[in-house]
């Protein structure tokens, strides 16, 4: 891909002013080392909790520790992206204010998760600046990272998703009764959800009306919108897809089944990030051949449905009665060397390494073809 005059200036974006900043830097650490360094050109760029954006040299030494969580933090330095679409490098400005340039950038590979990473907003600094960049665009971002209104678009599309409530602040505080009445429409136990956040973070399980009150001030926490949905009872199954917006052929790995052990009413972010021995990922999924082939065919459909591009999770609960229910739609998923996403498609035969090359190839051409 890359010719030994130019490889390819790819700028890894991390960190970032999402509640799962630490969850970021993690991922960076893992794609930074194992990125294949003959054909690209890596520059790691760590965006603080405030938003600065900097070179962050030490990233090899950024993992997961409940003590010590890591975190970008703001040097006296920081990278000035362009927003002008001439191909204007990057600039960097020293804590006295001189500025050098730092090249020109190819392609940024965000790794951010949550809001201004995976819901659109970074990414339209990518379109204004006319870069390619991996995954989905404005669009596919914002409504995806959407609960309500990922939902409303399965919904109207006619994918199978469990049914929601939505409930806003407002809602809550001037009109809880309503509220209470639809919620209780949907029986206990429900699950409450911030509408825009990740990693559980927010969420709860409310097996008594009187627990109801905190499980929505906890996710309003995290956001002024909310969705309560019933409790599902069945498996979670997820799907890797990876394709572009302007290629037919769309691959889906082998489904990979989350299982949750341990002290953990169901998949939440200490089951995922901290006490890692409590979540397993079995993939492929112990499933029927028409199981497997209904979670690929509709992880398919969801990707094409947001007119996604690069890569997307696809997470489903598979029920007791075999029924396949989309659970929702993660454009820039987990990207450590063990999360589900890598691992999924690791045994699905592509490799890490490869699916990182893969990836920026992706927004290479699409950059290439959406001109
Ligand atoms: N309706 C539901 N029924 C059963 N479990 C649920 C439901 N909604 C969420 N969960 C549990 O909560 C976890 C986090 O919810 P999810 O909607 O995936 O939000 P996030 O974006 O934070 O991952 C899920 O992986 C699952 O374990
Ligand atoms: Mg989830």
């Known amino acids: 891909m890359a010719d030994n005059d130019h490889r390819p200036l790819v700028a890894v974006l991390f960190g970032g002013r999402s509640s799962e900043h630490s969850v970021s830097c993690v991922t960076a650490a893992g794609v930074i080392g194992a990125i294949d ?24 030494s950024m993992r997961f520790d409940p ?30 204010g001189a500025c050098t340039e730092l090249g020109a950038v190819d392609v940024y590979f965000p790794l951010l998760h949550g809001r201004f990473g995976e819901d659109g907003t970074v990414q339209g600094l990518f379109e204004l600046s006319d870069t390619a960049f991996v995954g989905s665009g404005v669009f596919s971002s914002a409504a995806s990272m959407d609960k309500h209104y990922t939902k409303s678009l399965m919904a109207q599309a006619g994918i199978p998703t469990c049914p929601w409530e939505l409930v806003t602040e407002t809602m809550w505080e001037t009109d809880r009764a ?12 429900v699950f409450v959800k911030p509408a825009r956040a990740g990693s559980s973070m ?36 997820e799907c890797a897809v990876l394709g572009s917006l302007y290629d037919a052929t769309l691959r889906t790995s082998s489904p990979g089944e989350i299982s ?64 396949v229910l989309i659970n929702e739609l993660n454009t820039l998923p987990g990207f450590t060397p063990t999360s589900a996403y890598p691992f999924m498609w690791a045994q699905s035969g592509l490799e890490y390494s490869e699916l990182i090359s893969e990836l920026i190839s992706i927004a290479l051409v699409d950059h290439a073809r959406a001109k």
């Open 202 to 237: 927010g969420v709860s399980r409310v097996a008594e009306a009187a627990e109801l009150e905190a499980a929505l001030a906890g996710a309003f926490a995290h956001d002024s919108k909310a969705i309560v949905e019933p409790q599902v009872i069945g498996r979670e199954v």
């Open 67 to 96: 003590d010590a969580m890591p975190e970008v933090t703001d040097n006296g330095t920081e990278v000035i992206p362009p927003i002008s679409a001439d191909g204007a490098p990057l600039l960097q400005r020293d804590a006295e």
């Open 37 to 60: 360094a003959q054909a690209f050109d890596v520059l790691p760029i760590g965006i603080t909790k405030t938003g600065v954006w900097r070179v962050v040299e030490d990233w090899a």
């Open 260 to 323: 949750v052990s341990g002290d953990h009413a169901f998949y939440d972010f200490d089951a995922k990030y901290l006490d890692l021995a409590d979540a397993e990922v079995t993939c492929p999924a112990v499933l029927d051949e028409a199981t497997t082939a209904r979670v690929q065919e509709l992880a398919a459909s969801v990707f094409r449905l947001f007119d996604c591009t690069g890569l997307a999770r696809v997470d489903t609960f598979v029920t007791d009665t075999g029924e």
């Open 178 to 189: 309503s509220v209470e009445s639809r919620v209780a429409e949907l029986g206990l136990p």
